[in-house]
């Protein structure tokens, strides 16, 4: 595994069904939370490129055509994850991309207000390897 | 020493602190991702950023509740911060501490949150010293293969 300008985490999977793995971008500032994440989706045979803010999130969207999922931490300073999934679902190039939200906090207006902006699905830390499995084989299928 | 003697000693030590209660479900679950051989050295890694990250934390807050004016919404910051990565790697009784501190904050009780960090300190340095000995067990596994 190798480190990223950024705080960012690069993990090649092998192939899921004969081709590319899917690139999921992972968006958290703990830097704990990232490795977690990072680890359950490798487990899962997914590309992963954590980064740790909305602003990176968006420096990278902007310049890689590939990601086919982003999962991001709700409460981070500067830009909350809410506000880089607005900016996703603004976007044209980048609206059709799944986003799951995570949180340490099981606040139901919260995940409802989420839900409206579009993310798929709301995920309350500590996320587990069923969770992922759970969301993504239902967002992916 | 023996391998074997080696790992029994591991299993114990860790069955210990989920006894204890210093573990919970979630360090179960980071286990057993290793364990499906896809991310070795995963909970080494892991636990070591929560160990660095919460020392972090808990210096933060000494300080802050060290100024003449405590900001309590930096206070707060840092416990969520510190609550979120200890459930994240299972460190039950470091995220249990910081559930604690949460009153003493919102009050904007100073003296509460000092008390508060002492027991968080304390139990942060108690889960560090039981991980310090698991990996010491484990280096020492690994080096009898």
Same mark, same amino acid.
């Given at each position: ?46 590309? /992963? ?5 909305? %602003? ?6 902007? *310049?890689?055509? #590939? =990601?086919?999922?982003? $999962? ?15 900016? /996703? ?5 980048? %609206? ?6 995570? *949180?340490?906090? #099981? =606040?139901?207006?919260? $995940? ?30 | ?145």
């Amino acid at each position: 595994m190798s480190s990223v300008a950024g705080g960012g985490v690069v993990g090649a999977a092998a192939p899921a069904s004969g081709g590319a793995p899917l690139h999921v971008l992972a968006v958290d500032d703990s830097s704990v939370d990232r490795a977690v994440i990072s680890g359950i989706l490798r487990s899962s045979r997914f590309r /992963v490129t954590a980064v740790d803010s909305g %602003k990176r999130a968006l420096e990278l969207l902007g *310049s890689e055509n #590939n =990601v086919g999922m982003i $999962i991001t931490d709700y409460w981070m300073p500067e830009m909350t994850g809410y506000e880089l999934l607005k900016k /996703v679902k603004e976007s044209s190039k980048l %609206k059709q991309i799944p986003v799951v939200i995570m *949180s340490s906090e #099981n =606040v139901p207006t919260r $995940i409802s207000r989420c839900l409206e902006e579009g993310a798929e699905d709301f995920l309350v830390k500590p996320v587990r390897p069923s969770d992922v499995s759970r969301v993504f084989n239902r967002v992916l299928h | 020493m023996d391998a074997v003697v080696l790992k029994n000693q591991l299993n114990a030590h860790v069955a210990s602190m989920f006894t204890a209660g210093f573990l919970d479900n979630q360090f179960k679950e980071l286990q057993m991702l290793q364990d499906d051989g896809s991310s070795p050295g995963f909970v080494r890694e892991v636990v070591g950023l929560f160990l660095d990250d919460a020392e972090r934390i808990v210096g933060e807050i000494a300080v802050l509740l060290d100024q003449p004016v405590v900001d309590f919404d930096k206070v707060d910051a840092c416990v969520h911060q510190l609550k979120g990565s200890s459930s994240s790697v299972g460190a039950q009784r470091v995220k249990l501490s910081c559930s604690q501190f949460r009153s003493y904050y919102e009050e904007k009780n100073r003296d509460g949150c000092i008390m508060a960090l002492a027991v968080l300190r304390n139990e942060f340095y108690d889960t560090r010293s039981n991980f310090q000995i698991m990996f010491q067990l484990e280096q020492q596994i690994e080096a009898c293969s």
